[in-house]
């Protein structure tokens, strides 16, 4: 897992957002967590081990997907891939570091899947950073068509709440092939009678206490129309595919 800080100098604003390793120099994450209002990101970092010694890794480029660029408002195309400068060090070789690891993608339709989790580097409740990935149980799944696409929501339960930094982080779940991920997250939503605003800390705390669904971004929906293209215009498609053929 990765933490990606990513700053918007004509709004003058920073945020942070949760992405997985799917190989030694790519991170997936959410669009809107690298473009907004028109313009991607000025400045990015990726952060990996944020509960011990955090690793800073230069990015050499974004790729946002462009069905995202043409309508932002769209869940089913909230995904973007964050390219590494240099590959990431010790990658499967640390065992003390378990979170820098790749996961492995799920393309399979339908799901039929018993065990799922979302997981990130979100805020907790003392609106700091998690010190370690907290998770939230997924309880259910459907499509919805929202915006006039299909869209996953999730239900979670339990202490694990998602909130502000844990977009951009997986939905995986537990196969017979070991854990995959198969979306990632793009909003957390409330029931339209308990919207409240989220302007200051204490009330992005609140709306995350009180949630207990997210809308996730589908791997299946841009593996063939953006993932691997791209990855196969930087090079890059071969060392993805060893990577999600090996098992750290």
């Not at 952060?47 to 089913?76: E, G």
């Not at 195309?77 to 400068?85: E, Q, T």
Request: hydrophobic share 35%; with cysteine.
């Amino acid at each position: 897992m990765a933490f990606l800080v990513t700053q918007f100098e004509r709004k003058g604003s920073k945020q942070g957002c949760s992405g997985t390793i799917i190989s030694d120099r790519v991170i997936l994450t959410a669009a809107h967590c690298v473009y907004q209002e028109g313009h991607e990101a000025e400045k990015s970092t990726v952060l990996l081990d944020l509960n011990k010694n955090p690793v800073n890794l230069q990015v050499y480029a974004i790729y946002t997907h462009p069905r995202y660029i043409q309508n932002p408002s769209t869940y089913m195309y909230d995904i973007a891939m964050v390219v590494l400068r240099n590959p990431i060090p010790n990658l499967c070789k640390d065992e003390h570091s378990p979170t820098i690891s790749p996961l492995y993608l799920d393309y399979d339709q339908g799901l039929s899947y018993s065990t799922c989790y979302s997981v990130g580097w979100g805020l907790t409740e003392n609106g700091k950073l998690y010190s370690s990935l907290r998770r939230a149980n997924i309880i259910d799944m459907d499509r919805v068509k929202e915006n006039e696409e299909l869209c996953l929501i999730a239900f979670y339960e339990g202490d694990g709440k998602l909130c502000a930094g844990d977009s951009g982080g997986p939905l995986f779940c537990e196969t017979e092939n070991g854990l995959k991920q198969i979306a990632v997250n793009s909003q957390i939503m409330q029931p339209e009678d308990t919207r409240s605003k989220r302007e200051t800390i204490e009330e992005i705390i609140a709306f995350c206490r009180a949630s207990h669904m997210a809308i996730f971004s589908e791997i299946e929906a841009t593996l063939n129309n953006f993932i691997k293209p791209i990855l196969k215009s930087e090079n890059l498609w071969d060392n993805f595919e060893k990577y999600q053929k090996f098992k750290c």
